[in-house]
């Protein structure tokens, strides 16, 4: 018998071929820096194997319930948060974590306020914006930022700071301010979405890896929080990665099996469009995804109809549709891309078929010939479990945390990086990864 999916392999191949003898020509863009042009070393495979253990129960409130999932160094909390308002959230969420906020979160907010004021030159951000930090200091100009997003801001996404504030007895200004750092300190980060012949059974499956700051001790307390809304006005259930006290959505997926991934562009080319610190900041236009999208194309006329801020590269998947799409985000303009018209397109960034990808940044050259390389590589056969192995660790990104999304099947795995006083490996992406089934965490009652 004619095997067509033989014959596809090996044109598909074949046009790899030739794609990749292109591919070494890393040095024609100018000023994309050493970190996007020199670094062209691969890393070791990730042998660990995934913790599958059942969450662990930990303590029960009214409106939340409190896990932990995960072995040794590399555990997790797993917290489920119920109620009819965003301050039930943020009440139930406040006292079961009361202390790990309260050992995360002033160590957080100064290592980042003196990040940001030794690098404030070098942040790219408005004149007046920078004068203001120097001047009046980081918190006031926070402070103001957090005036010129509210009106874009869902008041329940407050009233939830408000609640973790309240029951956790912390400054609900710092919370706050926390929020609005996102804007300010972008991190590197790669993205992938991938489906139909690039998977094994053609399965969707989503890449989230965040590479960030390590020294600031958010991985000291990595927390999963799933939403169980009591009413229609706040969504639907969702699973949102982050670090405790920390709302803000930068990885997750939720109950429509839509995920969700970010990285910051440093190194933008003339098809981005300008940038603004009034809108909606983009962790609450991740969040929004996840709490209120119900498809793909939902998803993508909220972003199209946004007040956007500044440069990023958003990745967002659909595990009913089977697809993903890469979004080119800007304040001024947005495009939108598959894996027919992706960009930027150049010899280190080919387009390949069934998968949307980038590699730290737009103009990213030696980076994004990685990822690429590290996709073909196992196009056909990428498994959870072999983009674990043999694509962030070999690509060596998700230094703070690496998601990998299995959107057909809703489980979700997660790695953190090293805590305070722990062994092994710094990055995430070399480190023990743990299975959560959104199937059963979303079902979940109080």
Known sequence: MFDCNYVYYILFGFVLVIQTSLAHKTGILKNVGAFCANDTTRGDPNLIPIDVGQPRFINKV???????I???EDQVWLIHVYGNSGYDFGYAYGTLLRDQIHKVLPRAWAHFEQEIIDALKDLKLPKWFEELIAEKGLPIALDIQNDLVRKYMDEEVYNEMRGIADAAQI?????????????ITRGRCSLYGLWGNATLGGKTLQLRALDWDVDGGLQDYPVITIYHPGTSKLGHPFANVAWAGYIGTLTGMSSYRLGISEIGVSFPDDTFGDESMSGLPFIFVERYILQYSETLDDALSF???????????LGVADGKLGTARMIQYSH???????????QPLADWHPRIPHAIYSGMDWLCPSRQYKLYRAIVDQYGQITPELSI??????VKTGDLHVGVYDLTDNIMYVANARGTGEQGPMEAYK??????DLNVEFARTH
């Open 62 to 68: 009214e409106n939340g319930t409190l896990y932990q």
């Open 70 to 72: 995960g072995s040794g």
């Open 171 to 183: 400054d609900y200004k710092t919370v706050v301010r926390l929020h609005m750092l996102g804007e």
């Open 303 to 313: 972003i199209a109809n946004v007040r956007r801020t500044c440069h990023l590269i």
């Open 332 to 342: 001024s303009k947005v495009n939108f891309f598959d894996d027919q018209n992706l």
């Open 389 to 394: 192995k043999n694509i962030t660790s070999v």
């Open 431 to 436: 480190r023990q990864f743990v299975k959560v």
